[in-house]
């Protein structure tokens, strides 16, 4: 069937609220079963599409979230729909569109190749009702239900899949340690896994972007805002569910996240619920990552390749939007080519494939590379000294001490590296050790690896959402520096967060500051540097803006800290160099014969 043909059998079914339920037909190739009804283990029902193949049985995707699968994509998220159908055109080829979700698969691209696509609004989102509390283990028990329902429904070859971006590949990693019976294999594709340090406190500073998302992308789509909400145009029926609440009634309904996140601002058992437990997650896994992703995806990914007990499991890592390459060409080819083996036995060479599948990052593109661990073996650890007299960052050693201070409120202080005499690249984890005080009790650091060309621009990457974005960022509240000792390495130090130890006015302590893995291959003339402030980086340009998200993009996309106590916003830091206060920077430098140019 053309693609003029699915448009006209999608405008068939648009307005037909009887379609509720009731399997359609599109074309020969797919049926659609909307609004199937799943009851959990307390009676609560939840609603799924299903998109499938007419005869069969085949095994199924599945994704389970709460952004309203009667939502396309175009409608709830114009701006990023956009810029992905401009600039990514083999986005939209092959499929009329109508079905397009945020970030879940596209069923035109999957259904003719013999899979199921199931969608299930989450607890007490789009058409299901119930409470809405984002990743909460009663969330997790309901997805190992809804695997569980789809992989004995008699479409079903049994063989379930999970597959989705972000909030869809966060409650993978969590329902994978529940181990359910037809779960087989899964693609968290750019999502977080741990709930306090890769989502809700970077470093121990409050992050105030799931607060805001909350409102913005969440409570819009509640189930009870009936005729309030949106309309699925090729249904008719009300994305939200067909009874309207009042707004008492829907607060009843759902949790206070952002006053939840605020109560909870050490790990404790709340966040613990909310993150992955590696030791439990053994299915067969694709893991992909971003390396623009600083503040939400990235680190769950590398730290899912790492940490988790499978033993068939691949990375992939690569750059641009954050939402594109899980819909292009590419994205596809390589998920298809994952899901097959797994779900379907095909012996395509995937288990072949070397575990780790890299974009590496150049200044003016990638170059795709296959690498069979990570960090990369043959990672050569370089560190480089800061030099507080000169803002200099030293290959060696530096013996004479000196300390600068910065105001907290301004742009921090910068030490740079000289230029590079030949191609350098740098790829994998990165650290610092930083000697410091501060004239208050605490002190927030905000680290930032930056890139600079031989005539002193900037080179500003397009990130997972900021399209103007640096090479890699760290964060550390000083009272937070209490490591596990058992976890940590040198090139990535982790934090407990469980015990806070106020700062002496005056006082000099050593942090160890984990600065989020990256890649980049520098030409000779260029230099790194970074830049230790006391609030988030702020490229200084115009910024950009999209429509779900509250702030103006500066460099940090939304994953942004304002709000925080009066010991962190005021006062200078000073940091110390030199001597036995070597402050430094400890970079993943790839030798030289392995390097891309």
Not at 133 to 149: G, H, K, M, V
Not at 390 to 396: G, I, K, R, T
Request: with cysteine; glycine share 10%.
């Amino acid at each position: 069937m053309g693609v003029d043909e699915r448009r006209a059998d999608a405008g068939a079914v648009a307005g037909s609220a009887e379609a509720s339920g009731q399997p359609v037909s599109v074309g020969s190739e797919m049926v659609i079963d909307w609004d199937v009804p799943i009851t959990m283990d307390d009676g609560v029902v939840l609603r799924a599409d299903v998109f499938r193949p007419a005869e069969g049985r085949h095994p199924v995707l599945l994704s389970y979230g709460p952004y309203g699968k009667g939502l396309p994509f175009q409608q709830g998220y114009g701006s990023a729909w956009e810029i992905m159908a401009r600039e990514h055109p083999d986005v939209l080829a092959g499929s009329s569109n109508a079905y397009q979700n945020w970030e879940v698969a596209d069923p035109e691209k999957w259904v003719p190749h013999g899979y199921v696509c199931v969608r299930v609004d989450s607890r007490g989102a789009g058409r299901s009702g119930g409470f809405i509390d984002p990743f909460s283990a009663r969330e997790t028990r309901d997805l190992y239900e809804c695997i569980e329902w789809a992989g004995t429904q008699p479409w079903s070859t049994g063989r379930v899949g999970l597959s989705g971006i972000s909030y869809y590949a966060i409650n993978q990693w969590l329902v994978a340690a529940l181990k359910p019976p037809h779960l087989t294999c899964m693609c968290p594709w750019e999502g977080a896994a741990d709930f306090y340090r890769d989502m809700s406190y970077h470093g121990g500073i409050y992050c105030t972007f799931f607060e805001r998302w909350y409102d913005i992308q969440v409570a819009s789509v509640q189930h009870g805002r009936g005729a309030r909400g949106p309309v699925n145009p090729v249904t008719g029926q009300l994305v939200c569910g067909d009874d309207t609440l009042s707004d008492e009634e829907l607060a009843k309904n759902r949790a206070d996240f952002g006053g939840d996140l605020r109560r909870h601002d050490r790990y404790d058992e709340y966040h613990a619920e909310r993150s992955a437990d590696w030791d439990q997650v053994t299915v067969p896994f694709l893991s992909a990552g971003n390396w623009g992703g600083h503040g939400l995806h990235l680190r769950g990914n590398v730290e899912g390749f790492v940490r988790a007990r499978s033993t068939q499991k691949w990375l992939e890592l690569h750059g641009g939007e954050h939402w594109v390459e899980y819909y292009t060409d590419y994205g596809v080819g390589l998920q298809r080519q994952f899901f097959d083996h797994f779900l379907k036995g095909v012996d395509n060479g995937w288990d072949r494939r070397p575990p780790v599948l890299l974009q590496v990052r150049t200044v003016d593109g990638f170059v795709e590379r296959a690498e069979y661990e990570w960090p990369l073996a043959r990672t050569k650890w370089t560190r480089y000294y800061l030099d507080a007299a000169n803002l200099a960052l030293s290959p060696q050693p530096v013996p004479q001490q000196a300390s600068r201070a910065y105001d907290v409120r301004g742009d921090g202080l910068t030490f740079t590296l000289a230029p590079f005499d030949r191609p350098v690249e740098i790829t994998g984890p990165l650290s610092a050790r930083l000697f410091v005080s501060s004239e208050t009790t605490d002190a927030d650091l905000f680290l930032t690896l930056r890139a600079f060309a031989p005539d002193g621009a900037e080179l500003l990457f397009r990130g997972a959402i900021d399209p103007k974005a640096p090479v890699a960022q760290g964060w550390l509240r000083a009272s937070h520096r209490a490591l596990d000792e058992q976890l940590s390495t040198p090139e990535r130090p982790y934090h407990r967060h469980d015990v806070v130890q106020p700062l002496q006015p005056g006082e000099v302590v050593a942090l160890d500051i984990e600065i989020w893995p990256t890649s980049l291959v520098l030409p000779a003339g260029w230099r790194l540097a970074l830049t230790v402030a006391g609030r988030d980086f702020d490229h200084g340009q115009p910024g950009a803006r999209l429509g779900h998200f509250a702030n103006e993009l500066r460099g940090c996309g939304p994953f942004i800290h304002p709000d925080r106590p009066e010991e962190v916003m005021r006062g200078n830091v000073t940091i110390y160099t030199g001597g036995d206060r070597d402050s430094s920077l400890l970079l993943p430098v790839i030798p030289a014969a392995d390097a891309s140019t």
